[in-house]
């Protein structure tokens, strides 16, 4: 990981949860002005408890697809999860990120695809700027299952 991107996962210390909702089996955080896109596997751990998953969308009645237990588990942990504070944020060599809040909440953003023998590299999580910095730009950090990017626009 080079520096740009450990100054991007650091300034997510001190910002508050304020938001997490689902988009299909993707669960996106709001940790204004920053969000993470988690597409990969990933959960939420709260008091060595895990409440919800993004394996927990395959759960679904195959009719509407907000009928499912990842939809449903955001719902009823929703006041659980937010409103913590980053207290750390870490990537592992392997590209994990984990990041553990003052409410005893630990997100943990897992890499779930091995090597890609049948196309490119699948994107597991994105930690984004959601408005222009004090230069102007947005930065991007996209891991995906062997390699990360940074990049500003």
Not at 36 to 41: D, K, T
Not at 107 to 116: Q, V
Not at 128 to 147: D, H, P
Request: aromatic share 12%.
């Amino acid at each position: 990981m080079n520096d740009e991107a450990a100054a991007l996962i650091n300034l997510l210390v001190g910002k508050r949860l304020v938001h997490i909702c689902c988009e299909a089996e993707i669960l996106d955080f709001d940790f204004a002005p920053f969000a993470l896109h988690a597409m990969g596997c990933t959960r939420v751990i709260k008091n060595n408890d895990i409440l919800v998953t993004t394996l927990d969308y395959h759960s679904w009645d195959l009719q509407e697809s907000t009928h499912n237990d990842e939809w449903e588990n955001v719902k009823r942990f929703y006041a659980e999860m937010v409103d913590g504070m980053v207290i750390s944020a870490a990537i592992s060599p392997w590209y994990d990120l984990r990041i553990v809040l003052d409410n005893h909440v630990i997100i943990e953003c897992l890499i779930a695809n091995a090597y890609a023998h049948y196309g490119q590299e699948q994107e597991q999580w994105v930690l984004f700027e959601t408005k222009e910095n004090e230069k102007g730009k947005r930065a991007f950090l996209t891991a995906y299952n062997k390699g990360m990017t940074f990049h500003v626009i």
